[in-house]
């Protein structure tokens, strides 16, 4: 059986550091984020590639990897994450500036967890590691900036962290990234974007490909994948705006 490689809080005390030039994404370094208090195992945002792999002891050259201009998702099987057995880990780093060959700092890791896994323990992990979850939670529309709050949802956790896009973004730099991503918010919406989104979100879903169903029917790929993989349990973690603002400011 091939053994698991565990994700430990010793491999993150590792020294990192950044290296420049892989896998199609090069140019110089960017700066990793303070923590935000949402984060996989301590890895600050916006990290490099090799960066990420050092810290959890992983041999980047096994991986699965895919890439483009703008992109690379590296791929880990057979891990184990928040101390339960995960079928896989992805972990996907963005070059936000869009210039070809620049810089891929991480902004995104996905955990896939199988039917059979501890969801309770994992859950308790969680919460150990991000607090307790969010009962309700707000979402800006980046159209129109306005907020639309959510109760939580059977089966799906949701943490955001207490570091916010005002915490990050002078005020000098506010209407810059207003003007890149926001569509022409009006100062008065930006201002309250800028209080309340969060910079990282970690979402558990005790069950992947029901959410799904219940969101958008049920399909025959759907149906396969299920009977492939069984009733996975899915953990995400989004740092794309941490790892943006690293980038362009």
């Keep these: 059986m ?14 990192l550091c950044l290296l420049a030039g892989l896998c199609g994404c090069s140019g110089e370094a960017g700066t990793p984020a303070e923590p ?10 916006n990290s490099g590639p090799e960066e990420v792999c050092e810290a959890l002891g992983l041999n980047m050259d096994t991986l699965e990897r895919e890439e483009d201009n703008y992109s690379v998702t590296l791929t880990a099987r057979d891990v184990e994450a928040f101390g339960t057995a995960a079928t896989l880990a992805q972990f996907r780093f963005f070059n936000f500036s869009l210039e070809e060959g620049g810089y891929c700092g991480l902004d995104q890791v996905h955990i896939v967890f ?9 859950l308790a992990a969680l919460t150990e590691a991000f607090g307790p979850e969010a009962q309700e939670y707000t979402q800006y529309d980046y159209i129109t900036g306005r907020p639309r709050t ?31 991503y926001l569509m022409g ?24 490909y029901g959410q799904i169903e219940a969101e958008h029917g049920s399909t025959p790929a759907l ?5 492939e993989y069984g009733r996975v ?3 995400d973690l989004n740092g794309e705006h941490m790892a943006r603002v690293l980038q362009m400011f």
């Design 2 to 15: 091939k053994a698991r490689r565990v994700f430990s809080v010793a491999a993150i005390a590792l020294s």
């Design 185 to 208: 918010l009006s100062d008065e919406d930006l201002a309250s974007l800028m209080e309340s989104e969060p910079v990282s979100i970690a979402t558990w879903t005790e069950d992947y």
């Design 114 to 122: 199988p039917e059979s896994a501890d969801k309770e323990a994992v």
């Design 36 to 45: 935000t208090g949402i984060e996989f195992q301590g890895i600050p945002w």
């Design 150 to 180: 959510y109760a939580k949802e059977e089966g799906i956790s949701r943490w955001f962290s207490p570091t916010k896009l005002g915490d990050v973004l002078s005020e000098e730099e506010r209407p810059a990234f207003r003007d890149l």
């Design 233 to 235: 349990a899915t953990l």
């Design 223 to 227: 149906e396969a994948a299920v009977e």
